[in-house]
């Protein structure tokens, strides 16, 4: 009797779940696929350059879920691996690999792209 309780109780909360990611519109899938520590990452670093405030805090995570949803999380990781690389001389300096090649020169203009729309949108 406890075992039917259970699945009496689990199979309706169930059938909630996946009626609602059903419904759910097909942006945010997509611009969920960026992992809980590259946000907090994110924010934390937009935090500090922006005051550490509360008001931070609302436009930094307003400015990630605007280039998440711009930008899928392989495309952002390529394009924060180049920008890190060039910015720290990569390794042995051989920072030319990652300026020359045009499919990095468009995951970074790409990336400036949606930074422009979340400044647009989320520091207004």
Known sequence: MRILRIAA???PLLGLTMEASAQAPAGVAASNDYP???RADYVLG???ANGNTREALM??????????GMLPYSDYEKADT???LQAGAGVGG????FQDPPWIKAILERLRQAQAEANLQCFQ
Not at 59 to 68: E, F, G, M, N, Y
Not at 94 to 97: A, E, F, I, N
Request: aromatic letters at 0%; a neutral charge; hydrophobic letters at 50%.
């Open 82 to 84: 180049a920008l890190s």
């Open 59 to 68: 436009q930094c995570s307003c400015a990630l879920d605007t280039i998440a």
């Open 46 to 48: 937009c935090m500090a």
């Open 36 to 38: 809980t520590s590259a």
């Open 94 to 97: 051989r920072v030319g690999l």
């Open 9 to 11: 109780v689990t199979l």
